[in-house]
């Protein structure tokens, strides 16, 4: 199972850095994309869960209690509530 997670990670890492596209995440998923690295020196939010925000801080993310984050091409969202603000900026960005 470890080759396979690293697999992952390479493959978002990768992905990340190649597509000029929004990468939005919420609101448990910011975790995933923490854990691979990608998410790393980068504001974001998540569910007020203490074990998806330890693992984001644990991962270099700069926690945020927003209900919506944005930063350069990453949008985060802290639950289903938040799902409109979520698209809406994506879309801010994506006609930028």
Known sequence: ????AISIRAFLLTMAALLPTPIDAGPKAPAILA????LRNTPATC???SR?????????VIY????VV???????????EAAKELALRVLSLLKT
């Open 1 to 4: 199972m470890g080759g396979f």
């Open 52 to 60: 998806i925000i330890g693992t984001l801080k644990m991962h270099g």
């Open 47 to 49: 569910f007020n869960d």
């Open 64 to 67: 945020k209690t927003g209900t």
């Open 35 to 38: 854990k691979a690295g990608v």
């Open 70 to 80: 944005a930063s350069d091409r990453v949008v985060t969202a802290n639950g289903p």
